[in-house]
């Protein structure tokens, strides 16, 4: 099974930040690499899938880039309603594994 | 609109058997692959099993391999999940999932399925 390996777990922000969380493959995804955002209590959302397609109706302050083994979520300027958790998934090979997931909190 | 809502879920004894629904309307769901992906409280998402358009192809996680089967009735817009000799780890939140472009673009909202003695 492919690992997918998030860092940091957890980050405390302020809102207007620049916020950047890593994702790192066990071996080339190429980039079957997916980004979620899951608040408390509801069901994941998908933000950006294929590493850099960012999807319908997610502001453009989200960003993905990255290919083969390492991958990058930005936010470029921290909103209230940004605080959440992110999970990045690869979808190259089954089982489609979530890295462990990295808390933004308000600092 | 899509949705996509689960049921079935609830308080049952280790070893026991359960069936989860997810009911999907708002797209043409015998074109979509369809995903169920799982989250024990406090823990992160941990994906269980998807399914092909058609039903033929099935592929499940190792944790539940043998013990869990994804299907579908395409007839009735329906995905399931029927899961045996469920223990403690299987405690979680389980969602359906719609794929699009090697990705879940839709999820349901979760069904709760607890294994407590």
């Known amino acids: 099974d492919i690992q997918m390996t998030q860092s940091p777990s957890s980050l405390s922000a302020s809102v207007g930040d620049r916020v950047t969380i890593t994702c790192r493959a066990s071996?080339?995804?190429?980039?079957?690499l997916n980004w979620y955002q899951q608040k408390a209590g509801t069901a994941p959302k998908l933000l950006i899938s294929?590493?850099?397609g960012l999807q319908s109706g997610v502001p453009s302050r989200f960003s993905g880039s990255g290919s083969g083994t390492d991958f990058t979520l930005t936010i470029s300027s921290l909103r209230p309603e940004d605080f959440a958790t992110y999970y990045c998934?690869?979808?190259?090979?089954?089982?489609?594994?979530f890295g462990q997931g990295t808390k933004v909190e308000v600092k | 609109e899509v949705q996509l809502v689960e049921s079935g879920g609830g308080l049952l004894q280790p070893g026991g058997s359960l069936r989860l629904s997810c009911s999907a309307s708002?797209?043409?769901?015998?074109?979509?692959?369809m995903h169920w992906v799982r989250q024990a409280p406090g823990k992160g998402l941990e994906w269980v099993s998807r399914?092909?358009?058609?039903?033929?192809?099935?592929y499940t996680a190792d944790p539940v391999k043998g013990r869990f089967t994804i299907s579908r009735d395409n007839t009735k817009n329906t995905l399931y999940l029927q899961m045996n000799s469920l223990g403690a780890d299987d405690t979680a939140v389980y969602y359906c999932?719609?794929?699009?472009?090697?990705?879940?673009?839709?999820w349901g909202q979760g069904t709760m399925v607890t294994v407590s003695s």
């Open positions: 399914i092909n358009s058609d039903g033929s192809s099935t």
């Open positions: 708002g797209f043409t769901f015998s074109s979509y692959w």
């Open positions: 998934q690869q979808s190259y090979s089954p089982p489609w594994t």
């Open positions: 294929a590493a850099s």
């Open positions: 071996q080339s995804i190429s980039t079957y």
């Open positions: 999932g719609r794929n699009k472009a090697a990705a879940v673009d839709f």
